[in-house]
C-alpha cells in the first residue's frame, strides 16, 4: 500500500521502531540508520529476554526494515544521508529534541533542501515548550498525565499499567500523522512537519474520563473495584469462587434474573449510577458462591457481557486469538524460531506480509549506498576509515 514510499528512520527505544514498522509493514521502504554500534535496542530486552544473543526488543519491532549503519557524526557519514535524503519521503526521529539540528537534519535545515519531505518527531513532550529538555519516558508520562491515578481501588496508591501503553498509542498516531500528511502533498507538494509525543499520546488514551473531568462530571475511584470512575455498575473484575470473571453493563432485570434476586429490580438504570458501590458490592457478593464456569454459561444464557481474565498463556490459546492469526512466527537465522504480534489491521482480510527479518547491524549498508552511486572502491575505503559498518546476514 506504500510501495514507493521511503522513509529515513533515525529511531531507538520503542515509540520511534514502532512507528516506522507500522509504515514498513505497510510497504514503505524503511531505511533504520543507526550508529556502527548499533541502535540502543539492540543491546537491552526486557526481562532479559535473549534469543542466542538477539535481543526480543529488537526483534518485536525491527521487521520489513533495512539497516544501513554509520557515524553520524562524522563529514562522511552526514554525506551519506544527504546522499539519501533526495530520494526520501518520509524522515522519522525520536531524538532528544535538538539532536537532530545539531547533527545538521533538523527539520528546518532539511526542509530548505526538499520542502516535499514529511518530517516526524517522536518526543516525550513536543519539540519545543517548558518539557522540551526532559527525558521524555512511557513510565513517566503515565504518571505525569493522570492515568495512573484512575487505576485501581479507591484506597490503592497510584497504579501504573503494565506494559507501554503510551510508547505504542504514540508510535501510532506517529505513523497516523506521517500518512495524513503524504496524502496532502499529493494535492500540496509540500512536506510538513509531524510531531507526536508521549504526554498527548497518554492524554488521548484517557479521552473519555478526562473530558467528563474537564465538563464537571466524574466520580472518585471505587472502592469496591469499579474498574472505570465514569460507568454504572456492575463494570469490572468479580471474583468467583474459583477464579475471576469479567462483567459489564447490566441492566437490574439481567441481574435479578441471573442471581435470583429481586433486590436489583429496586435499583433504577440511574440507582445503577448513584448507588454504584452499593449495586457493586451486591454483585460481587452473588459472584463469589459460585465458580467461573458456573457464572459463564449463565450469563450467556441471560445475555450478560462478560469476558474470561486471561492469563498471557490463555491468551496465546485463545480461538479468536488464533482466528485472527494475532501472533506470527518467524524463522530468524540466529535467533531460531521468533514469536511476535502481527501488524493489527487486516487488510481485505489480510494482514500484511513479512517481507525483511529483522536486519543484522548494517546488513544493506552496501546495497543502500549503491542505490546512492557510491562504488565499490569508495564503500571499502568507508569501512576502513570506520564511516559505515556493512556486514552480511550471518
Known amino acids: 500500500m506504500l510501495n514507493g514510499v521511503k522513509v529515513l528512520s533515525f529511531t531507538h527505544f520503542l515509540q520511534g521502531p514502532s512507528a516506522v514498522q507500522v509504515l514498513a509493514d505497510l510497504g514503505a521502504d524503511v531505511v533504520k540508520i543507526e550508529p556502527t554500534k548499533g541502535a540502543w535496542e539492540r543491546h537491552w530486552s526486557g526481562a532479559e529476554a535473549f534469543l542466542n544473543g538477539e535481543s526480543v526488543f529488537f526483534l518485536l519491532s525491527g521487521r520489513n526494515q533495512r539497516s544501513l549503519s554509520l557515524d553520524l557524526r562524522s563529514e562522511k557519514g552526514k554525506e551519506i544521508v544527504w546522499r539519501l535524503i533526495p530520494a526520501a519521503d518520509v524522515i522519522v526521529e525520536n531524538y532528544r529534541p535538538g539532536a537532530m539540528e545539531r547533527l545538521g537534519f533538523g527539520y528546518e535545515q532539511v526542509s530548505k533542501e526538499k520542502p516535499e519531505l514529511v518530517y516526524c518527531s517522536l518526543s516525550g513532550y513536543g519539540t519545543d515548550g517548558p518539557y522540551r529538555k526532559r527525558a521524555g519516558q512511557d513510565l513517566l508520562s503515565q504518571a505525569m498525565s493522570g492515568l495512573a491515578m484512575i487505576n485501581g481501588r479507591k484506597s490503592d496508591p497510584p497504579t501504573l499499567v503494565g506494559s507501554a501503553v503510551v510508547d505504542q498509542h504514540a508510535a501510532v498516531l506517529g505513523a497516523l ?109 452473588h459472584i463469589r458462591r459460585k465458580p467461573t464456569e458456573h457464572w459463564f454459561e449463565l450469563f450467556d444464557e441471560v445475555g450478560i457481557w462478560c469476558a474470561p481474565v486471561n492469563s498471557y498463556e490463555e491468551v496465546e490459546k485463545d480461538p479468536q486469538v488464533i482466528h485472527n492469526e494475532a501472533i506470527i512466527t518467524f524463522e530468524h537465522p540466529k535467533a531460531g524460531t521468533v514469536r511476535v504480534l502481527a501488524h493489527p489491521v487486516r487488510y481485505d482480510g489480510a494482514s500484511p506480509p513479512l517481507r525483511i527479518l529483522p536486519p543484522e547491524l548494517g546488513e544493506h549498508t552496501e546495497e543502500i549506498l549503491a542505490e546512492v552511486g557510491y562504488d565499490e572502491e569508495t564503500v571499502e575505503t568507508l569501512k576502513a576509515e570506520g564511516v559505515i559498518l556493512a556486514q552480511e546476514r550471518r
Open 177 to 285: 500523522g506521517v500518512l495524513a500528511a503524504l496524502y496532502e502533498r499529493r494535492d500540496t507538494g509540500k512536506g510538513k512537519r509531524v510531531d507526536s509525543n508521549l504526554l498527548n499520546a497518554a492524554l488521548d488514551l484517557q479521552i473519555e474520563p478526562f473530558i467528563y473531568y474537564l465538563n464537571g462530571s466524574l466520580y472518585d475511584r471505587s472502592e469496591t473495584g469499579i474498574s472505570s470512575r465514569f460507568h454504572q455498575a456492575p463494570y469490572g473484575i468479580f471474583e468467583t469462587a474459583d477464579g475471576y470473571i469479567c462483567v459489564s453493563l447490566t441492566p437490574p432485570e439481567k441481574m435479578a434474573e441471573a442471581f435470583g434476586d429481586d433486590t436489583f429490580l429496586e435499583w433504577t438504570e440511574e440507582d445503577q449510577f448513584r448507588k454504584r458501590e452499593e449495586v457493586n458490592a451486591h454483585v460481587a457478593g
